[in-house]
């Protein structure tokens, strides 16, 4: 069976499609993931309204996906868009325009829902639940850290610094040291603590160090922050490989993601690789699993 899931982020936009397998154990498998990096954010974050010209842009993808939606005909979908959305004056009359134009409901979800959707991915469950894992998602806009333990949320909490407001030099150091004061303080009593990586950004630098399902160390980490930073945006994308719109966010992500390690005391991420997409497919599942179940109970 067929989910898709439309992530409108602060950098890029996501359809994401997936196949459901059930065979004795549930398993997800990725069919086809569309990226468009749009960078709202930039809008919404210096000018607190997102352009005409970017508002086109993220119509007519939007028109695009709901054609592909068609096409593939999963079971279920949904649309649901983060920080930039959030933030911006015009937000609310975008996603109206989008329902009237593409046909698609687009949810504007706060930060805590966005955190709740991340960890639905039940990472959890597939873990040593006698340690404690630290949940970071580094998104343009926002970052959303879980910390659980024993299989229990113990602490959630969602902030306004992301890739995107770095880069552009939006983060004030009051709201820095609160933000690494909180990671200190939640994390302090459940060490030994281990990090959960979420974003393209980790996804991205765990790709190009090659780990193959090994967690990346923090001095791996710093050396490859260390590396991107002595490139120019230029080197990165011709020496390195970056995409433009990866060339310059990665450098505050490593900054954000070292910080938070930094600060928890974690020595090793893990980065499996999902996102907010692919925690909005599975909770489409386990909603179209509810309802069947209940209707072979009636």
């Not at 069976?1 to 065979?23: H, P, Q, Y």
């Not at 498998?29 to 970017?54: C, M, N, T, V, Y």
């Not at 490593?254 to 991420?269: D, V």
Request: hydrophobic letters at 40%.
């Amino acid at each position: 069976m067929k989910f898709a899931a439309i992530d409108i982020g602060s950098n890029a936009v996501r359809l994401l499609f997936s196949n459901v397998i059930e065979n004795g154990e549930v398993s997800f498998k990725k069919a086809e993931l569309i990226r468009i990096p749009i960078r709202l954010g930039e809008d919404s974050f210096l000018h607190q309204r997102i352009s005409d010209e970017k508002t086109e842009k993220l119509i007519t993808a939007m028109k695009a996906f709901y054609h592909l939606i068609q096409v593939y005909e999963p079971i279920d979908y949904r649309a649901c868009a983060t920080s930039a959305m959030r933030d911006a004056l015009n937000g609310k009359e975008i996603i109206e325009r989008i329902k009237a134009e593409a046909g698609i409901n687009v949810e504007i979800i706060d930060g805590k829902n966005e955190a709740q959707i991340i960890y639905s991915n039940h990472i959890a469950e597939h873990l040593d639940h006698d340690k404690s894992y630290l949940y970071i998602d580094v998104g343009g806009g926002s970052t959303e850290l879980t910390l659980f333990s024993n299989n229990e949320v113990v602490a959630s909490k969602s902030f306004n610094i992301g890739t995107i407001r770095l880069l552009h030099g939006q983060i004030d150091k009051e709201a820095w040291n609160n933000f690494k004061d909180w990671v200190k303080a939640v994390s302090e009593p459940y060490h030994p603590l281990m990090a959960i990586g979420s974003g393209g950004n980790i996804n991205k630098i765990y790709k190009m160090l090659r780990k193959k399902d090994k967690p990346l160390h923090f001095t791996e980490l710093k050396a490859f922050s260390d590396l991107i930073n002595s490139y120019t945006y230029d080197d990165r994308i011709k020496i390195l490989g970056l995409n433009p719109d990866r060339a310059d966010v990665i450098v505050p992500a490593t900054k954000i993601f070292r910080s938070i390690m930094k600060a928890a005391g974690a020595e090793e991420i893990i980065v499996p690789q999902i996102g907010l997409s692919d925690g909005i497919i599975h909770l489409l599942y386990e909603n179209y699993r509810s309802k069947v179940d209940e209707l072979h109970h009636i």
